[in-house]
């Protein structure tokens, strides 16, 4: 397996790992699965700043991860918000692991400091939520920080978020400025 750079010609194969998610689960909380010109849009976007990588086995891609910002004003730029899909049929292979490794190395050294998963959870029992995503997050380190309660709705039913992060370093009182030229260090 290698880790890559996600170029927008990466689109179709994205999309065709997060339409099943976005389809079958709450994973996402998206309803309707974008199409391939906005999937394009939303990878040069994030790519233009952020890392946007994928796993690529056998010539396939079997999954993605990216950071985005966590919010949009400058002083938020230590911190990123990740997304991670890996290919249905790849789950509990190692791609996850290997594709947030990488990421949180860029990361790094990019000067980015801390890293915010935002992850849907059921309040109960549920078929197309489980707390996998949560429990995969712990295994890479982060920690719990909140919890919003019955926040999401879909397929008839109301979902929590929780959010979590994991510190990448020190946070001095003048922080080196975040490099977004995050290709050159790859």
């Known amino acids: 397996m290698f880790i890559e750079?996600?170029?927008?010609?990466?689109?179709?194969a994205l999309l065709a790992i997060y339409a099943p998610y976005m389809r079958t689960t709450a994973i996402t909380f998206e309803y309707d699965a974008p199409d391939l010109q906005e999937f394009r849009r939303r990878i040069e976007v994030t790519s233009a700043r952020y890392p946007f990588l994928k796993a690529v086995e056998g010539g396939e891609v079997v999954g993605y991860a990216c950071a985005n910002a966590f919010r949009s004003r400058p002083a938020y730029d230590w911190s990123v918000e990740t997304t991670i899909y890996v290919r249905q049929d790849r789950r509990r292979n190692g791609v996850g692991?290997?594709?947030?490794?990488?990421?949180e190395a860029v990361l790094?050294?990019?000067?980015?400091?801390?890293?915010?998963?935002?992850?849907?959870?059921?309040?109960?029992?549920?078929?197309?939520?489980?707390?996998?995503?949560?429990?995969f997050h712990q295994r890479m380190g982060f920690r719990l920080v909140g919890r919003f309660h019955n926040i999401g709705y879909k397929f008839h039913t109301w979902y929590d978020v929780i959010w979590m992060?994991?510190?990448?370093?020190e946070h001095p009182a003048f922080p080196k400025e975040v490099r977004f030229d995050w290709t050159a260090l790859r």
């Open 97 to 103: 692991t290997s594709l947030y490794r990488e990421l």
């Open 165 to 169: 992060e994991k510190l990448l370093g």
């Open 5 to 12: 750079n996600v170029t927008p010609a990466d689109a179709e």
């Open 108 to 135: 790094k050294k990019m000067g980015v400091l801390n890293m915010n998963a935002c992850i849907a959870m059921p309040n109960q029992p549920d078929e197309r939520l489980t707390d996998a995503s949560f429990r």
